[in-house]
């Protein structure tokens, strides 16, 4: 028997040997010119020029950062925007590396460079910390955008993209502005209401069709036509966090292919189509880095990962998964205990379903997505794991569906029924009871005196009188007053994840359900039909993903490098070192630990 890890191939880490290897490095761009490749990492720049052989790399102190955010090819050089280092230009004929000297020296030589994209007519664009730059390599000479100066929103300016017009979308920290070329200036009073120009956009792109796509801090991603007259929000995977996506590219098939920071998918006819990409297919870690994507000349696609640059042909994708691996249920519990028949009694309700499909993979890295039919309306993700459980199931047949995300070749079933307290045949014997039961009385009741008639009958009518002007059940008040419509549920949560958000009330352990109903000015009991009915979610897993998300943050920015795991979950608003583990793992399906080694990291304590 053959104990490695199953890995089929269809993703290749790139490497030029003996000489380079991007496996495990984190890479955060590059650039990729056929024979000639700039990669950028946590671990150096790297120069590779296959048609010459060559290979060179810069570190410390000759290169300022190891935090490289961009990468551009201009006027025969590569322009290199660092984190803290500004920028530096790197010569592919002297395979030198040296500032960039224009414009304002303090900010080239020690500020934040977040983007380098250039245009149509020959300019340099660069988004900093400082606003926005042009530069033309002709004539030397550099232009500065503010806040001041232009509409250009306030914040680090984080994407430049010039679309198929020659029209510039700059997004900044606090939101968005357009370029129009024909009258150099910016301008941010042009977008139409509903639109995403206040959102912190990180990356946009345009695909053959020419719609433009917005990946956001937080959010689904968004669509667009260039002239802004169709857009919507557009649902990759329902299952996915909204802080998930970090790329996009397009493929010649059609395919859009989406870089999460927890796996990679494929997407087409709005997310009707979609495939999963994991470990199994060659993918060497979850996480993907913002931005970092690109289809080459000939087709193929390459994404930036914590584990180093990636690549894939696309044409092949349908033939490596049409092998499909066939998922078959390994065991069935009920109460804890295993079955082996699909009738069960009605207290047997609480189901586990174990299953596998046969791939000795990285066990972190194994995807399926699952729905139980007559509970779930959707597909479910589940990472890490395999097995689900159900509890408290009503008497009733269900079928257990799970599949390859994606993949309906691969869908394994299984049916189950929950019987009732009381089987059909009782329920008959009942009913026939109580029809003789009221016989009888109907009977007992004529034969009575005439006087106990006349109360009766006085009685009855009282009753009918005291009927019409009762309190209805308590149980029908109850209902009414916990239902909330579809129109309210969505506009309590909008203002939920605004205050969240903006205020980050999970930092507090403290923070209890009625706290947070009070500052959205609403009721607990309200809030708690939002988070249990309409999110189907507890109240302290919606607040502990924050907290998980702002670990993510933390451990990425250099300003925390020195806290240890324990100090870093307090300041997220963990109140116990066991529940950020466990919060954490729930969340990811991987440990703090592991997440932290994944992009590149060391764990201050275990």
């Known amino acids: 028997m053959d104990y490695s890890l199953y890995q089929n191939g269809l993703f290749r880490t790139y490497a030029y040997p003996p000489q380079f290897n991007s496996a495990n490095l984190s890479i955060r761009s590059f650039v990729n010119r056929g024979p000639e490749k700039v990669i950028g990492s946590r671990d150096g720049l790297f120069y590779i020029n296959e048609a010459t052989g ?9 290169l300022t950062s190891d935090l490289i955010l961009t990468i551009c090819f201009y006027e ?16 592919p004929q002297t395979l030198s590396l040296k500032y960039f000297t224009q414009g304002d020296t303090e900010l080239f030589q020690k500020g934040h460079i977040f983007c380098v994209k250039p245009d149509n007519r020959g300019n340099l664009w660069i ?25 250009l929103p306030e914040g680090n300016v984080y994407e430049v993209s010039f679309d198929s017009t020659g029209k510039g979308w700059i997004a900044t920290e606090t939101g968005m502005c357009i370029y129009d070329p024909a009258s150099q200036s910016l301008r941010s009073n042009v977008f139409p209401e509903g639109f995403v120009h206040k959102d912190k956009v990180r990356t946009i792109y345009e695909d053959a069709e020419h719609n433009l796509y917005f990946i956001r801090e937080k959010g689904s991603l968004f669509t667009s036509t260039l002239t802004m007259d169709h857009f919507r929000n557009q649902s990759v995977l329902s299952t996915l966090p909204d802080n998930s996506l970090m790329s996009i590219t397009e ?26 990409f994991t470990f199994n297919d060659g993918v060497p870690g979850p996480t993907f880095t913002n931005g970092a994507a690109y289809k080459d000349e000939r087709g193929l696609l390459w994404f930036g990962n914590t584990k180093g640059l990636i690549y894939v042909d696309p044409k092949q994708v349908d033939e490596v998964r049409g092998k499909v691996r066939p998922i078959v249920f390994t065991d069935i519990l009920a109460n804890g205990v295993s079955i082996n028949k699909s009738s069960l009694k009605y207290n047997q309700n ?45 008497s009733g047949t269900y079928t257990f569906c799970v599949r390859i995300p994606g993949n309906e070749q691969s869908m394994a079933t299984y049916k189950v029924t929950v019987q009732p307290m009381i089987p059909w045949w009782g329920w008959v014997i009942l009913a026939i009871s109580i029809i003789l039961i009221v016989v009888l009385v109907r009977y007992y009741v004529r034969k009575s005196a005439p ?12 009753e009918e009188e005291e009927e019409k002007t009762a309190e209805p059940h308590p149980a029908e008040e109850k209902y009414k007053a916990n239902r909330m419509s579809e129109a309210e549920c969505k506009e309590l949560h909008d203002r ?54 702002q670990f993510k943050k933390m451990v990425e920015d250099s300003d925390y490098s020195r806290y240890t795991l324990t100090a870093l979950a307090e300041l997220c608003g963990f109140s116990s070192r066991a529940s950020f583990f466990r919060s954490f793992k729930k969340s ?15 764990a201050k304590d275990e």
Request: hydrophobic share 35%.
């Open 251 to 276: 493929d010649n098939q059609g395919w859009l292919w989406v870089g999460c920071n927890d796996g990679l998918l494929r997407i087409k006819e709005e997310g009707e189509e979609y495939d999963s």
């Open 588 to 602: 990811t399906g991987v440990t703090p630990n592991e997440y932290i080694r994944s992009i590149g990291g060391t």
């Open 451 to 462: 006087l106990v008639t006349e109360v009766h009958e006085i009685s009855s009518e009282e």
């Open 350 to 394: 609480n189901l586990t379903f174990c299953f596998t499909d046969f791939a000795y993979g990285l066990p972190s890295a194994l995807l399926y997505e699952y729905k139980l039919e007559g509970v779930d309306s959707d597909w479910k993700l589940l990472t890490a794991q395999s097995e689900v459980s159900y509890y408290g199931l009503s």
């Open 54 to 62: 060559i290979v060179k790399s810069f570190v410390k102190p000759v």
């Open 127 to 151: 988004g900093t910390s400082q606003g926005l730059f042009c530069y033309n390599g002709q004539t030397k000479q550099i232009k500065n955008f503010t806040s001041a100066n232009s509409q």
């Open 496 to 549: 939920l994840v605004a205050y969240v958000e903006k205020e980050k009330p999970y930092i507090n352990p403290d923070l209890k359900m009625g706290e947070l109903a009070a500052a959205l000015h609403t009721s607990s009991h309200s809030l708690s039909y939002l988070l249990n009915q309409y999110l189907n979610q507890s109240y302290y897993d919606f607040i502990n993903e924050y907290r998980v998300a």
């Open 76 to 91: 025969g050089e590569y322009y290199i925007g660092t984190y803290g280092g500004g920028m530096m230009v790197l010569n």
